[in-house]
């Protein structure tokens, strides 16, 4: 049997938390419950979970601090918003604190499990292992990736890099200049099946992306952006 995978639910309303624990547990999670932001945060830094459902408006802690937090820390659990509105700026807001994906409610237990599936590492992360930098791929200019262990390095220096942020930049690096839309990455990274206005995730992700592999985020010499059809990673 796979290892059993744990999720931890950072949500006020229990009703919520009772239907999610009750859907996933019967899908073989483990699952870890907080009531408010300052408990979430303390879950997560003490029980390390495979997978965090994060409400945004909580008591004492707002989600998007939890998430930020975290990803100051170097944590790198992939994180699901729960939100409670359609609306675009939370969901760009929650991706530029380093969430991975955002559910709306009111939810399907079918979209979430699928999320969580989608989201969830399958893949261990590996603590820095000695030699990790070593036996990483040169993909472009100082670039590598270990594909084993998880890790990017620049000059053979980790980055820190979530879940997401990394399948996107393996996938591109795996195509070498070929240009991909949105809506492909989505499919293709994202493994959704729908895409609607989902496609700005794809921006948030590559400009975050960007911000921590490229020299110039501006100016950009690994993922670059060609107009109107979408992202491709340069190897010249
Ligand atoms: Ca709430």
Not at 117 to 136: F, L, V, Y
Request: charged fraction near 30%; charge should be negative; glycine fraction near 6%.
């Amino acid at each position: 049997m796979a290892e059993e995978k744990t999720v931890l639910i950072v949500e006020d309303e229990k009703n919520i938390v009772d239907i999610l624990r009750f859907n996933l547990e019967r899908k073989g999670y483990r699952t870890l419950e907080a009531y408010d932001g300052e408990d979430g945060l303390r879950k997560a830094r003490e029980e390390k979970p495979d997978l965090i459902l994060l409400d945004i408006m909580l008591p004492k802690m707002i989600g998007f601090d939890v998430c930020a937090a975290l990803r100051k820390e170097g944590d790198s659990v992939p994180i699901i918003l729960l939100t409670a509105r359609e609306e675009e700026d939370d969901k760009v807001r929650g991706l530029e604190m380093g969430a991975d994906d955002y559910i709306t409610k009111p939810f399907s237990m079918r979209e979430v499990v699928a999320r969580v599936e989608a989201n969830i590492r399958r893949t261990a992360m590996a603590a820095p292992a000695a030699g990790a930098a070593d036996s990483a791929m040169p993909v472009a200019g100082d670039l590598a990736i270990n594909t084993d262990s998880h890790q990017v390095f620049r000059g053979g220096r980790a980055i820190d890099l979530t879940q997401r942020e990394y399948e996107l930049l393996t996938f591109l690096a795996s195509h070498p200049n070929k240009v991909y839309s949105r809506v492909d990455l989505m499919e293709q990274v994202w493994n959704y099946g729908y895409v609607g206005d989902d496609v700005r995730t794809v921006d948030v992700t590559v400009r975050r992306l960007r911000e921590k592999i490229e020299e110039n985020p501006a100016s950009p010499q690994f993922i670059l952006t060609r107009r109107g059809a979408g992202y491709y990673f340069s190897v010249s």
